[in-house]
Every structure is written in structure tokens, then in C-alpha cells.
């Protein structure tokens, strides 16, 4: 073996061939066979191989190190001095390269590292909070990092690995990813809400019901301008400050918001008041970046959250 890491390297130090010959440290495995099984035969037996690979490859270490390692008795093989000399330093590369193959079995599989998700807080506490814990037992190697602000994390710049996010623009330079569906969004109520006060089917018809206001700046902005459009601003009950606020307000039966159909329509407790208005084409998107999508840790999360998402949408009939 002409390359090797540092600690194999320290491991076989002590076990240099004569003339500064570096030995295959495949053949201490002959060695050790031999050792532990008493014979070629049953060294042979435990490695697959010939009985005279076995023997073979244990004369070729013996002439690189330049002294005989075993002694042949009538019951078998049994070590000189020099070989019980130089069996701890071999189990020492076995355990070395055992350890090596298992790190890199592990980092294949995707069950290390850390992994940033970022999305907006009515997504990280409704379905996302479950899906977690099953990732997790999953892959419990993969650590998740969650940014709930709802803030539009650069993945270029290395702000976040995976997004799920709503837009209606193209995506950035190296930036990648999945459609999930339209992002569309309409007005719930609570069934409590509507055994009390009934259910509009129409934005005319919510004329006279209290409504659940905010759900942030942006939300807000948009959600504001449909509720003027109608005539129906002053019927604001209660102004939340988040998304998850909004879901909060009309669980509690106290008026009626709007919300995401991804999130409304999987809500038992609320019932759909109109179909959604199809006016702006946004959608739903799993994003990552060029440069970590190949990440097997990444590659690992974003794998697992397009099944859940690809399987919500189909059960809600969003697809």
C-alpha cells in the first residue's frame, strides 16, 4: 500500500519490510487469520479462499518483513516470537480500516451532518414538526437546523441548504428543486364557527363574519387588499402578527382567515369556505443549491420532505 491515512500509517509503522519495503496491509489479514484459526486451512475457511492463497500470501509477508512469522507444527500454525511481536500492530490496522469503511459507509448513506432547512413558520409547526421526528428515526446522524422566519434565505450565499418556499419568479443562478403544487390560498373557518354562524360560500357572503386578520407583512399586504376589494377590512376581529397566528385564530372558532390550501385542506377541524381564486400562478417549491444538492446528508433531507409533500398533496387532491 503506497497511500494511507495517518492513523493507518501509525499503525503499521512497526511493521515496515526489510530494505524499507512497504507491506500490503492485505496481507496481515492472512496473518491474523492464521493466527486466530491455528492453520491455512481454516484461515482459508474464514477468508473464502484457497488454502494455498492462504499459504502464499503469508510467505510472501514473511519475506518482506525478512524473518519467519509462523512455525508448522503437526497441529497447525503457531506464532514465532517475532510474529506475537507483531499481532497487536496488526489488529491495530484491522480495527483502523474496519473504523475507515464504516465512516464511509456512513457519510454514502447520508446519516451525518448538519442540514438548514428554511421556511415560514405555518410550514415548520403544522406537517413539518412530524415529518422531523420521523426523519430523525430515520436518520438519526442527520441533524436539522430549522429557520422558521419565513425570511427569504439566500442558498447561493450559503444562508440555508433547503427551502420550501412559494414563488411566482424563476430561480436564482445554481439554484434547484421540485415543484410540490399551485400555492393556493382561500378563507377557513372552524366547524365550531360555522355550527354558530354558517358557512359563506362566496366572498360576497362574508359580508357580517368576524375575521382573523395579520399573518405578517407580506401576507398581510396581499390578504388586506382582497378583504378592501370586497368591502370587508373593518370586520377584523383580531390582527395575528404570524402565519401560524392565522391558523391559531381560526382553529379557535373566533372568525374566519385565509390560509394556504396546502395546510387549510389537511386541517380536520376547518372546513374550506370557497374555492381558491387561480389569479397569480405561484407555487410551492423544495429547493436546494448546486452546491450541496450532491451532499448526501442534503440529498438525504430533500429525498425524504418530496415524498412527504408529494404524498399531502396527492391525499388533499392538490395535485
Not at 492485505?26 to 484461515?43: I, Q
Not at 421526528?133 to 434565505?153: F, K, T, Y
Not at 400555492?183 to 360555522?194: G, K, L, Q, V
Amino acid at each position: 500500500m503506497r497511500y494511507c491515512s495517518a492513523k493507518l500509517q501509525n499503525a503499521i509503522g512497526d511493521i515496515l519490510g526489510h530494505d524499507g519495503q512497504v507491506i500490503d496491509w492485505n496481507d496481515l489479514k492472512y496473518l491474523l487469520a492464521v493466527a486466530e484459526g491455528g492453520s491455512t486451512l481454516a484461515a482459508g475457511r474464514a477468508l473464502r479462499v484457497s488454502q494455498t492463497t492462504v499459504a502464499r500470501r503469508i510467505a510472501a509477508l514473511e519475506q518482506a518483513v525478512g524473518y519467519p512469522l509462523f512455525e508448522k507444527r503437526q497441529a497447525g500454525y503457531a506464532l514465532t516470537a517475532s510474529g506475537e511481536a507483531l499481532i497487536a500492530k496488526a489488529q491495530s490496522v484491522r480495527s483502523a480500516a474496519l473504523a475507515f469503511e464504516e465512516a464511509a459507509a456512513a457519510i454514502q448513506r447520508g446519516t451525518a451532518g448538519t442540514v438548514r432547512v428554511t421556511t415560514i413558520d405555518l410550514f415548520a409547526n403544522t406537517f413539518l414538526a412530524q415529518w422531523l421526528v420521523d426523519l430523525h428515526e430515520r436518520h438519526p446522524d442527520v441533524r436539522i437546523e430549522l429557520d422558521e422566519s419565513g425570511a427569504v434565505r439566500d442558498l447561493g450565499a450559503g444562508d440555508a441548504d433547503i427551502a420550501i418556499r412559494s414563488t411566482s419568479s424563476e430561480a436564482a443562478a445554481g439554484v434547484v428543486g421540485r415543484r410540490i403544487c399551485r400555492d393556493e390560498w382561500t378563507f377557513y373557518c372552524s366547524r365550531t364557527y360555522a355550527d354558530r354562524h354558517g358557512v359563506p360560500r362566496k366572498r360576497e357572503e362574508l359580508r357580517g363574519h368576524a375575521l382573523i386578520g395579520g399573518g405578517g407583512t407580506m401576507t398581510w399586504q396581499v390578504y388586506e387588499a382582497i378583504l378592501r376589494d370586497i368591502g370587508i377590512a373593518d370586520q377584523v376581529v383580531i390582527q395575528q402578527t404570524t402565519m401560524g397566528g392565522l391558523l391559531t385564530g381560526i382553529r379557535s372558532g373566533l372568525g374566519i382567515g385565509v390560509l394556504p390550501c396546502l395546510i387549510g385542506d389537511g386541517e380536520e377541524d376547518l372546513i374550506r369556505c370557497m374555492p381558491p381564486r387561480r389569479e397569480k400562478k405561484r407555487w410551492v417549491w423544495l429547493l436546494t443549491h448546486e452546491r450541496v444538492r450532491h451532499s448526501p446528508s442534503v440529498r438525504t433531507v430533500v429525498d425524504f420532505l418530496y415524498e412527504r409533500l408529494a404524498a399531502r398533496v396527492r391525499q388533499l387532491g392538490l395535485d
